[in-house]
Structures are given as C-alpha cells and as structure tokens.
C-alpha cells in the first residue's frame, strides 16, 4: 500500500505499476507509464517523493514520482554492481538499498545514491540458488 493508502501492483507483463482503491480493490489507474521505461517490474518501494521499483527485464532499479506516477530516473544503472534481473529489494536501515539479483543468485548493495557496495552475497557464494525475494525487520 502506498502513503496515500491505495494498493499499488506491479504488472510483470504489462510493463507497469497499477493503482486500486485501498479500500474497494477498484482500479484507479495504470499508474506508471507504458512508455517502454519499466519492463518487468518485481517490487515496489515508496521511498520519499519517489517510488522504486526493480525492473528485471532492464536490470535496474527505476524512480518513479511518487505523488504523479511520472517516470524520474534509474536509481541504479542497467547491470550497475553486476545487477541481473533485480527481483526483491528492501531500504536498509543506514539508507543503503539491497537489491536480489535473479541473474547472478546474489544479494547487492546499493547506496543511497544508487552506487554499487560491496554484495551482502556474492554472485555464486554459498549454496544461493534462484533468490526472489527478501525481508528486513528492523530490531
């Protein structure tokens, strides 16, 4: 759910990010543009005054206006820090952003700026295999 409190979906195959009432599960509207700037798009963070969102099928992580829905900027580059096919991603507590990368079967870190950081795990460390997803709890 959004800070506005409507559900906000990414559509893997239509290439965007769609808006529903909060509160009657309503579509509102297609949210993001179809413009060709999003493709596959895994997760979705409100982050400010932007929305991110992991686009897998760019191997990037793209802002998006969070209030407007208008296409911003890659926060991380295409394959920046050897990122493939970015799925889940979670804000880190320090405003680092860790991002799964399909591609590789790794953990990166981004900082706040989209700069790569050293892995949280390495492309082909450990028995990592097809990673979707991930979780922060803050303690």
């Not at 963070?45 to 099928?57: K, M, N, T």
């Not at 208008?70 to 860790?98: F, N």
């Amino acid at each position: 759910f959004g800070p506005d409190g409507d559900l906000y979906v990414p559509g893997f195959y239509s290439g965007a990010v769609h808006r529903y009432d909060g509160l009657t599960g309503e579509p509102v509207e297609v949210f993001t543009p179809r413009d060709g700037s999003l493709s596959g798009p895994r997760t979705l963070i409100f982050a400010g005054p932007h929305l991110l969102v992991s686009s897998e099928r760019r191997d990037a992580v793209l802002r998006f206006d969070a209030r407007s829905g208008a296409y911003v900027d890659a926060l991380v580059a295409a394959g920046a820090g050897g990122l493939a096919g970015p799925a889940g991603m979670v804000l880190l507590p320090d405003g680092a952003l860790a991002v799964v990368s399909l591609g590789n079967a790794a953990l990166l870190r981004f900082a706040a700026d989209g700069t790569p950081r050293a892995p949280l795990v390495a492309p082909g460390a450990g028995a990592l295999r097809t990673p979707t997803h991930l979780l922060h709890v803050p303690g």
